[in-house]
C-alpha cells in the first residue's frame, strides 16, 4: 500500500526535527569536563593502597569503591575510600545505583576491581559515561587488577573521547 504524498512530508520534517535536536550540541565541547583538567598524578595517602591492597580478591567478583580526597593543582590526593553502591556484581560486571558512581561529597571518582584473569585493560562500560553528571563530577575512574596493580584514567565527560593514556600514581607514607 502506498502512503498518502503528505504524510512522507510529516515523517521527515519530524525525523529532521529530532535529528537537529539530537545532534545540536555534538561539537558542543564543555572545558570545565575532567578530561580539560591537567592533572598529571594521583597520590594516595593514609595506608590507602594497602587497605586496597587488602580486601582485593584476584577471583572476583568485581568490587567498587568510592575515593575520597581533593584535587590540587596538578595532583589528586586521595585519603579515603568508602564501599560504593551496587545493584549487582560479578566476575566480570559490577552494575552500580548510579552511572557514573561516587559522585558525593569530597569523592574525587571510584575504583572498581577486575579479578586478575581479566587484566587491567577498560571495557566498553569503563570508558562511556553513560548517566547524568552531578556534582562532585568524577575526575578519574581507577581499575585495580591486582596487589599494587592499578590504573587511573581521566573520567570521560559526554561526548568526549576516552584517555587510553593512564596517570601516574604513588602512595604516600
Known amino acids: 500500500m502506498k502512503r498518502p504524498y ?4 510529516v515523517l521527515f520534517f519530524v525525523i529532521g526535527i529530532f535529528a537537529g535536536l539530537l545532534f545540536a550540541n555534538a561539537g558542543h565541547w564543555d572545558a570545565k569536563k575532567p578530561n580539560h583538567i591537567p592533572y598529571d598524578h594521583v597520590i594516595f595517602e593514609n595506608g590507602i593502597v594497602a587497605q586496597l591492597n587488602d580486601i582485593y580478591d584476584p577471583k572476583g567478583p568485581e ?6 580526597g581533593t584535587a590540587q593543582q596538578q595532583s589528586i590526593i586521595v585519603d579515603n575510600i568508602i564501599e560504593g553502591s551496587t545493584v549487582k556484581t ?3 560486571f559490577l552494575i552500580f545505583d548510579e552511572d557514573p558512581p561516587c559522585q558525593i561529597a569530597g569523592s574525587v571518582g571510584s575504583l572498581h576491581t577486575h579479578p586478575t584473569e581479566r587484566g587491567c585493560e577498560p571495557s566498553l562500560d569503563d570508558m562511556f559515561t553513560f548517566g547524568e553528571m552531578h556534582s562532585p563530577e568524577p575526575l578519574i575512574n581507577v581499575i585495580q587488577c591486582g596487589i599494587n596493580e592499578i590504573r587511573i584514567f581521566r573520567m570521560p565527560g559526554k561526548r568526549e573521547e576516552f584517555d587510553f593514556d593512564p596517570l601516574v600514581w604513588e602512595e604516600m607514607k
Open 6 to 9: 503528505n504524510v512522507r512530508y
Open 90 to 92: 560479578g566476575n566480570d
Open 63 to 68: 568490587s567498587l569503591y568510592c575515593l575520597i
